[in-house]
């Protein structure tokens, strides 16, 4: 029941980067709020959850992230679950970059996000590369650009299943 306003890291040669730079397995954050969060790093960066294995749970986040691989305006790279997590801003990055997860073999459900995202390749509006992952009762609006793989919802989807989700916005 927190709210964290103006967070700020600038580790633009640093991976992991987040409020939290892990979550492990074991891992909780449930019912937290970031205003106006601010984030650099290089691989692995979302401004809650930089590498996610752990479970985030009724969040909140407007954001503006930047990262290279595996970057979000949430969980860069995510292999835990996510549930009931909505995110608002700008994400970029070059590869695997979404507004809700970069790069994931996890879960999201009953989430969403209402990002501008720009990258090269793996760019969706949501989750920018799902691999064995689960997205379901999610949706995605805003801007999507790139260079290849680009989707609203998701921009690369291999192995992995996606039910009652959604896109709205520009690709």
């Given at each position: 029941?927190h709210?964290?306003?103006?967070?700020t890291i600038?580790?633009?040669?640093?991976g992991?980067?987040?409020?939290?730079?892990?979550?492990?397995?074991?891992?909780?954050?449930?019912?937290?709020?970031?205003?106006d969060?601010?984030?650099?790093?290089?691989?692995?960066?979302?401004?809650?959850?930089?590498?996610?294995?752990?479970?985030?749970a009724?969040?909140?986040?407007?954001?503006?992230?930047?990262?290279?691989?595996?970057?979000?305006?949430?969980?860069?790279?995510?292999?835990?679950q996510?549930s009931?997590?909505?995110?608002?801003?700008?994400?970029?990055?070059?590869?695997?970059?979404?507004?809700?997860?970069?790069?994931?073999?996890?879960?999201?459900?009953?989430?969403?996000a209402?990002?501008r995202?720009?990258?090269?390749?793996?760019v969706?509006?949501?989750?920018?590369?799902?691999t064995?992952?689960?997205?379901?009762?999610?949706?995605?609006?805003?801007?999507?650009s790139?260079?290849?793989?680009v989707?609203?919802?998701?921009?690369?989807?291999?192995?992995?299943?996606v039910?009652?989700?959604?896109?709205?916005?520009?690709?």
């Open positions: 029941g709210v964290l306003r103006n967070l600038n580790r633009p040669e640093t992991g980067v987040g409020l939290f730079g892990t979550l492990a397995k074991t891992g909780v954050v449930r019912n937290l709020v970031l205003e969060a601010t984030v650099t790093g290089l691989h692995g960066t979302g401004a809650l959850v930089g590498a996610n294995f752990g479970y985030v009724d969040c909140r986040a407007s954001v503006q992230v930047t990262g290279r691989l595996a970057t979000a305006g949430l969980v860069g790279g995510h292999a835990g996510v009931n997590c909505h995110v608002t801003g700008r994400v970029s990055g070059q590869a695997a970059v979404g507004g809700l997860a970069g790069d994931m073999n996890g879960a999201v459900r009953d989430s969403s209402d990002v995202v720009t990258a090269g390749k793996g969706g509006g949501l989750v920018g590369l799902n064995t992952g689960r997205v379901q009762n999610s949706h995605a609006r805003g801007t999507v790139g260079t290849d793989n989707g609203g919802l998701v921009g690369v989807n291999t192995d992995a299943v039910e009652n989700s959604y896109a709205t916005g520009a690709v």
